[in-house]
């Protein structure tokens, strides 16, 4: 069995498996508000492809990373709160 993957996800450690997406790292965390709309609503992911942008997060400081795109990695920071 591989060795899982430690990463933050808005200040707390998460595990997730090698290979796995942000978004699913998110989803397995019981995360699934992952920003706001510009009325502080709760916004979650619809397409898992990334064509809808609705699943965009902050990577190692970096903003408007689709999530359902980027491969969990050793140490990696992510931020849903902007």
């Known amino acids: 069995m591989a060795e899982r993957v430690r990463l933050m996800i808005d200040g707390r450690v ?10 699913a790292a998110l989803w397995n965390a019981g995360q699934r508000t992952i920003r706001s709309s510009v009325t502080g609503e709760g916004r979650g992911a619809m397409c898992g492809m990334g064509t809808c942008h609705e699943c965009q997060v902050r990577v190692d400081g970096v903003p408007h990373r ?4 980027e ?11 902007g």
Do not use: H, K, N, Q
């Open 66 to 69: 689709r999530s359902c795109l």
């Open 14 to 23: 998460v595990e997730a498996e090698p290979g796995t997406s942000v978004l």
């Open 71 to 81: 491969t969990v990695r050793e140490g990696m920071e992510v931020r849903t709160d």
